[in-house]
């Protein structure tokens, strides 16, 4: 169902071709939108755009189909609302539809206090956007609660980041850096699936005589890659990691003189290594003693060496850690603050890097400030014109926040923009009853997801082809994306909606409208920060093809790559992580005796809100699947394509089974796209990480049981899949 306004426009068409970017992955591929000649109602068309440094025109298939998006017949073409709780969503003008979300947002305040209400991001909003929902819900919302969905994402990464080296920034070397090194340890990543066009720089690697090993539970199109795949349980990378540091540490690879002249902290991390001997790592993760001697030693004796991570190691409760330990085997082996070295996170989402940098987090100000700072706080109030005393501290983390709503202490109205929690969270049926339970919900998005779908008022907001804005890609470049044609009439700004809130609130000044002039203000809000954008604009960002944060002035050259002078620390070093392994949230036991795992799948992106709409993509991947070993299905007695439960402790998912022998017998895969009887995240486990706060998507504790076929979800081509 779509339903739209019987006022609105057709959707304007392009009138001259356009250089844009991606809707979708932090690569943020450069593309080129033209006039599409005949679209059958999609007003564009996609062209490669070789001049881009970081895709050099290569595009997937989601890139290629973005424009199917624009059409009126799959998007939201105007505002709907429900005159009362269980009443259909109908349509309405934008005038009611605000005025009843001021009304509503200032009850709640005015009746529980400003932190009943809250506010949830997305990482996939531009720069602008996700600034001045930071500044909306603290400046004129007044509340602590703001959060967003990269909380899900990159946070366990960015947390161990920030400690080892004082900055976070996704990778701190260009893409382009990779087929220079010498050996790349890729931990719990499937680019050759969620971003093909970056699996041209792990083929260059290795055509230049570097080596590559994959560590991951299924052997994915990357691990076919490698020279080296590793197939631990989930939950094992940390064992793993603490393993490759103690044969690095037994075989004399250490460099002792980065070591000792950069770093910190290293007896205490050889004194747990040491603990993690290659016998016990093996009973740990089931990866062969032999295969780890000779991982450490491919990556032990390589002139250069990088790790990247991805969402495997980092969504677990003990994900900060994970990652801090494979930070150490760089540190151990001076890989790291040298050129062609160094750690680094495949960051998952559009703008999952910017998302988190200028003040959708409930602990963070613009420029990556910590909001507990009295320096920080001083600064940007002062941007902001109000006074620092005002400016809330810290709020609940993303799970947390959502586990709470509608409770007595917790979040009474919520305003969410550009995330589907009620597929992409943790435990999801606990998480929509919770948003069931608000006295208001209000949805920004551009389709009717099926968190919309539970909205009493929802906002029809522009995309990625009808507006300008900037987003930060995974490299931590800058880049612009271009308006291309006018949205439909009855479409609006997540910008302009926002002033238009304040107003009606009572802020009628502080939020520009016109993307340039919100980035402006971002640039004087993060000056100073370790996120400094105070040197990049507009003009600049076009005539570089992006601008490596941090630059502070306009004259600065941006900064490909950190840490080649000193690390981000008060004393310039290099901290190590004192880490030991330790189980997961939940391990298997005589009634779920299996792990589950999740991830993504090459034609679906995220919780498949945009994705599931055009025919292509899920004519590629039109539904979910159980992933299971030959020895497990034939154990159990399931034939491949017969339907199979999932069942966890927190609820029960459907599917058809797929039997390959790519995937450990212990563990099971579902891919986490899909709504409905398929959806995976009713069974993961939102138990968190005590640093990050990120919930374990990638491990919990399952059982597999034969179904009777009209339990499973039929998918419908072309159209989404709603629960």
């Not at 930070?327 to 703008?351: E, K, M, V």
Request: charged share 25%.
């Amino acid at each position: 169902m779509t339903l739209t306004s019987p006022t609105a426009a057709p959707t304007s068409t392009a009138t001259a071709a356009t250089d844009t970017h991606c809707p979708y992955c932090s690569l943020q591929c450069g593309m080129r939108l033209a006039p599409a000649v005949d679209g059958a109602g999609i007003p564009v068309e996609v062209l490669e755009r070789p001049d881009f440094p970081v895709n050099r025109g290569a595009l997937c298939g989601k890139g290629r189909s973005a424009p199917v998006l624009l059409a009126r017949d799959v998007r939201l073409t105007g505002p709907l609302l429900r005159d009362r709780p269980g009443a259909p969503l109908r349509s309405a003008s934008w005038s009611e539809a605000l005025d009843r979300v001021a009304a509503g947002l200032a009850r709640t305040r005015a009746e529980h206090g400003a932190d009943a209400v809250g506010v949830f991001g997305g990482g996939g909003l531009t720069n602008e956007k996700a600034y001045l929902l930071g500044k909306f819900a603290r400046v004129v919302l007044g509340t602590a609660n703001i959060d967003y969905n990269g909380r899900f994402c990159m946070s366990s990464a960015a947390a161990a980041h920030r400690r080892a080296f004082g900055l976070d920034r996704g990778l701190p070397f260009p893409l382009a850096d990779i087929p220079h090194t010498g050996c790349l340890i890729l931990v719990g990543g499937n680019p050759a699936e969620t971003m093909p066009p970056a699996v041209r720089y792990f083929r260059e690697l290795r055509e230049n005589g570097g080596r590559l090993i994959v560590v991951d539970p299924r052997r994915t199109r990357t691990a076919e890659l490698a020279d080296l795949h590793l197939q631990p349980r989930p939950g094992g990378d940390l064992a793993l990691a603490l393993g490759l540091l103690h044969l690095v540490i037994a075989d004399g690879m250490v460099d002792r003189a980065f070591v000792e002249q950069r770093t910190n902290g290293f007896e205490a991390a050889r004194e747990s290594a040491m603990a993690h001997w290659p016998d016990r790592v093996e009973r740990i993760t089931g990866v062969p003693a032999h295969q780890l001697r000779e991982a450490a030693r491919m990556f032990g004796h390589a002139a250069t060496g990088m790790v990247l991570t991805a969402r495997g190691p980092e969504q677990q409760s003990k994900g900060t850690d994970t990652v801090g330990a494979w930070i150490n085997l760089c540190l151990a082996t001076g890989n790291s603050g040298r050129p062609y070295s160094g750690y680094g996170c495949l960051t998952g989402q559009g703008n999952g890097q910017g998302g988190r940098e200028h003040g959708q987090k409930a602990d963070q100000l613009p420029g990556y400030r910590s909001i507990e700072d009295p320096a920080a706080r001083e600064h940007v109030a002062a941007v902001w014109g109000v006074p620092a005393e005002s400016i809330p501290g810290p709020g609940k983390s993303a799970y947390e926040l959502l586990d709470d709503l509608g409770r007595p202490d917790g979040v009474r109205a919520l305003l969410l923009a550009g995330s589907n929690p009620a597929v992409s969270a943790p435990n999801a049926g606990h998480v929509v009853d919770r948003l069931r339970s608000l006295d208001l919900l209000v949805v920004a998005d551009l389709v009717l997801s099926e968190t919309a779908r539970l909205a009493d008022v929802v906002l029809p907001v522009t995309q990625w082809a009808e507006e300008d804005g900037t987003t930060t890609n995974l490299e931590g470049r800058v880049i612009l994306r271009r308006k291309a044609l006018d949205p439909p009439d009855g479409v609006r700004s997540e910008l302009w909606l926002l002033r238009e809130l304040a107003a009606r609130l009572g802020v009628p000044t502080g939020f520009p409208v016109e993307p340039e002039e919100a980035f402006a203000e971002l640039g004087r809000a993060s000056a100073g920060g370790d996120a400094d954008y105070a040197g990049i604009g507009y003009r600049r960002i076009a005539a570089e093809d992006g601008v490596f944060w941090p630059c502070p002035t306009p004259d600065h050259p941006g900064t490909p790559r950190l840490f080649l002078d000193r690390f981000a620390t008060p004393d310039g070093r290099a901290r190590f992580a004192e880490v030991t392994h330790r189980p997961g949230g939940e391990e298997p036991d005589e009634a779920y005796p299996l792990y589950l795992t999740t991830g993504r799948v090459l034609a679906q992106y995220q919780s498949g809100a945009q994705t599931r709409r055009v025919a292509e993509l899920n004519a590629a991947a039109p539904g979910p699947f159980v992933e299971l070993h030959p020895r497990l299905a034939e154990r159990l007695g399931i034939a491949d394509g017969e339907p199979v439960a999932v069942v966890s402790r927190r609820g029960r998912a459907v599917a058809p089974a797929r039997i390959t022998d790519t995937i450990r017998a212990d563990t099971v895969f579902m891919p986490f796209h899909w709504a409905g009887a398929g959806r995976a995240n009713s069974l993961t486990n939102p138990a968190l990480d005590p640093v990050s706060r990120m919930p374990e998507f990638k491990l919990c504790a399952v059982r597999v049981e034969p179904v009777q076929r009209k339990d499973v979800q039929e998918p419908v081509q072309g159209k989404e899949v709603t629960a």
